[in-house]
């Protein structure tokens, strides 16, 4: 071998070794080949991919499975999620033997089905509370059990309110979450509400239905919480009826124990003052003293009471 010879090998060498040692960084620093890459990388990818391609289509399987069972089930549907209906309404009254026949539908709220009836010739209310409650914050639990509960509370406070003397369609009977009452209107056709009624003497009428809340609050024990044009209906004799009380306050029992419980009670009577004042003083330029009418209504010792206590309250601030 050459000196010359064995200088090129040398030379190859440290290429050599150059090269190898630019690959082992390269390694270390994760510069692979390409072509590696996908021999050892793609496959994994494909595996693991694959993995998540089949949860993700076990997921909504399951679900959907649950979903048939629970919602899609007709049987489900038709023991739970069931409306009430004319025919069903029908049905179940004739069966009883509490209507005849139901003649037409008056009025659908957000809460119950107002329908004319007749039994044997004369005409009767059916209000009907439906199972599903849109929006409604007590929308829970089961839905044919609030209904029922609904339809139980406007019966017994009605029955309060008529045994007081207030004039209140008289309650009939409540059965499940349907309630009976008396028809207030004349040859067929329901009285007007207030916002609807011609009224030939409003303050007449307009005394008249303070009268009634007072023995509302006094007699029957009962505030009625929704008190407005709505909920009043003027019969053929120009008399207020007073209508819709699921919402009305019971009185009795709590009301002496618990100021902050009174205080708040107060304030739906106020309110409900308030509203009658707004329409007879907007539609018919009549006006009263609503403080006066309240100072009457809750009498003498709980006004002093509320005076005081809102003098605390004035001193606390
Ligand atoms: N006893 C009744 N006689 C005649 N019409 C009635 C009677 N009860 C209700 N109505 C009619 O149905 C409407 C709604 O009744 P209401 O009890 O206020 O139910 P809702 O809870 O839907 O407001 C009334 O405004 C009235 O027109
Ligand atoms: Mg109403």
């Not at 007749?118 to 005409?123: D, K, M, T, V, W």
């Not at 009767?124 to 409604?136: D, M």
Request: hydrophobic share 35%; net charge positive; aromatic share 8%.
């Amino acid at each position: 071998m050459t000196e010359s010879n064995l200088e090129e090998a040398i030379e190859l060498i440290k290429e050599r070794k150059k090269e190898a040692k630019q690959l082992k960084g390269e390694e270390e620093f994760g510069f692979v080949d390409s072509q590696q890459d996908e021999k050892i990388t793609t496959p994994q990818k494909i595996k693991g991919l694959a993995r998540t391609v089949r949860t993700l289509q076990r997921k909504p399987k399951e679900t959907i499975s649950k979903f048939d069972k629970k919602t899609f089930d007709p049987g489900f549907m038709q023991r739970h999620t069931r409306e009430i209906t004319y025919h069903l309404v029908r049905k179940e009254l004739q069966k009883v033997g509490l209507i005849t026949d139901l003649l037409a539908e008056i009025n659908a709220g957000k809460e119950a089905t107002i329908y004319l009836a007749h039994l044997n010739g004369a005409p009767l209310i059916v209000k009907c509370f439906r199972h599903h409650l849109t929006c409604h914050k007590s929308a829970r639990g089961n839905p044919q059990l609030r209904a029922t509960a609904f339809a139980a509370k406007e019966y017994y406070k009605l029955l309060r309110a008529y045994r007081a003397g207030v004039s209140v369609p008289t309650p009939a009977k409540q059965i499940n979450n349907i309630i009976l009452m008396r028809f207030i209107g004349r040859d067929w056709k329901p009285a007007p509400q207030l916002r609807h009624a011609i009224l030939g003497d409003p303050l007449a009428v307009l005394e008249e239905l303070l009268e009634q809340i007072v023995i509302l609050y006094t007699k029957a024990k009962l505030i009625h919480g929704d008190l407005s044009e709505y909920n009043i209906l003027i019969d053929q004799h120009q008399h207020p009826y007073i209508i819709d009380f699921p919402q009305a306050i019971d009185l009795n029992g709590y009301q002496m124990q618990f100021t902050q419980k009174k205080e708040r009670n107060q304030k739906v009577l106020q309110k409900d003052l308030k509203t009658i004042y707004h329409f007879f003083e907007t539609k018919y330029r009549l006006t009263f003293d609503v403080n006066e009418v309240f100072h009457h209504i809750i009498g003498e010792k709980d006004y002093q009471e509320r005076l005081e206590l809102e003098e605390i309250k004035a001193k606390r601030i």
